[in-house]
């Protein structure tokens, strides 16, 4: 037997996703990966059952159709405040799972170093590794998830090729400041390192807190490359539909990743898609007065439960602090509490590069009457969970 690729050995498979298949293993409501229960707009369906008698069957551009391209731009002008150009500012990817890793590929080289901020959503880990790059860690510090700006420029002073973004910040629930970002610029452009942002919760905000993307601070248009997606904005995490916006010359290298990767995303999600990235501002308000009130339901029934918690500022996770529970391991006190409360979650070790156990990362992008199931459950928390001595 040939030995195998050793570019795949310094991580396992995703966890996000292996407790998904343990939630439905035990039947458990699962909390763990984050996608929606509910159905995405009723327009978006509409025009997909439209779309499967048109001619939309066969591959469309590699970069893109044309019409979400011109959708996406017009779309991005509007909340960003910058007219970009659908021809020479934009790919198309299968998720913006892709989008991260033809950005990483497009940017780094074997051996270069990238930033990476801890807690972080556990992809960029894998997709760091899988371009041969190597991670710097910088902690954002609980339970503000603030980042010191002198350990920052310290990893800036190795010289990374990139820095990478979550912005809202999964698993956290962190939004960036314009004072923190401004840092982060400073330090991008003295130090002459692009960043790749992950912005797929831009739409998902809780008040005061607002979306700045980085890319339309000074001098930082030309060092960012954005990735986003449609999956949490309009609730189809399985249309696989991310992109990349950037500037032309960065552009013309991500295309050519993206051609060899993937040769593009599905044509007919993204003509159904077009009539999403078309919606108005209420529908941009509504998901998120729909996600606030989620949000304060499960934050209101956690309190009453006594379990120690995040408060989310965007995206929607909430890590819960399990250290009364003392247990050495987060991912056996995710194991038990799928089997024994019924309520899937993901270990809080899974986003961390220190070595942190006492948080487990919970989701509420459900219907209320799913988020009042794990309530419940969770209700029982204290009798069905042990407590072990350490
Ligand atoms: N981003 C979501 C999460 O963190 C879904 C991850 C995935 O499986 N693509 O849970």
Not at 215 to 227: D, K, S, V, Y
Not at 232 to 260: C, M, N, Q
Not at 315 to 333: K, T, V
């Amino acid at each position: 037997m040939p030995t195998l690729s050793s570019r795949t050995a310094g991580f396992t498979d995703s966890v996000i996703r292996r407790m998904t298949r343990i939630s439905n293993q035990f039947g458990a409501v699962n909390l763990s990966q984050g996608f929606p229960d509910f159905d995405p707009p009723k327009a978006i369906l509409d025009r997909l059952a439209e779309v499967t008698h048109e001619d939309f069957h066969q591959y469309s551009i590699t970069w893109g159709a044309q019409n979400f391209r011109e959708a996406l731009a017009a779309k991005y002008e509007h909340f960003a405040g910058r007219a970009i150009d659908p021809n020479g500012e934009i790919v198309v990817t299968c998720g913006s799972t892709e989008a991260m890793m033809a950005a990483m590929m497009s940017v780094t080289n074997p051996g270069d170093k990238v930033i990476v901020f801890s807690p972080f959503y556990e992809n960029y880990g894998a997709d760091t590794i899988l371009s041969g790059a190597e991670p710097i860690y910088v902690p954002l510090i609980p339970p503000a998830f603030t980042f010191d700006a002198d350990v920052l420029e310290a990893a800036f002073r190795q010289h990374p090729k990139a820095l990478i973004l979550c912005n809202p910040s999964n698993p956290c629930g962190k939004v960036f400041t314009r004072p923190e970002l401004e840092i982060i610029a400073e330090l991008a452009k003295k130090y002459d390192t692009f960043v790749i942002t992950d912005e797929v919760y831009e739409h998902i905000l809780y008040q005061p807190h607002r979306h700045t993307y980085l890319a339309t601070l000074p001098g930082m248009w030309e060092r960012t490359i954005q990735c986003s997606s449609l999956s949490k904005t309009y609730s189809i995490t399985g249309w696989r539909l991310g992109y990349v916006i950037a500037a032309p010359e960065i552009i013309e290298t991500v295309k050519k990743v993206h051609d060899f990767l993937t040769v593009g995303a599905a044509a007919p999600l993204q003509e159904a898609a077009v009539t999403g990235l078309r919606f108005g501002d209420d529908y941009y308000t509504d998901l998120q007065r729909e996600y606030t009130e989620k949000r304060d339901l499960f934050l209101r029934g956690l309190d009453a439960i006594g379990i120690p918690h995040t408060v989310p500022e965007g995206a929607y996770y909430i890590l819960l602090d399990i250290s009364e529970y003392g247990f050495a391991s987060d991912l056996e006190f995710c194991e038990l509490l799928a089997e024994k409360v019924g309520v899937g979650a993901v270990p809080g070790s899974s986003f961390f590069k220190e070595p942190e156990n006492r948080y487990i990362r919970l989701h509420f992008a459900k219907k209320q009457k799913t988020l009042e199931d794990a309530l419940s459950r969770l209700a029982g928390i204290r009798t069905e969970m042990p407590v072990r001595q350490r």
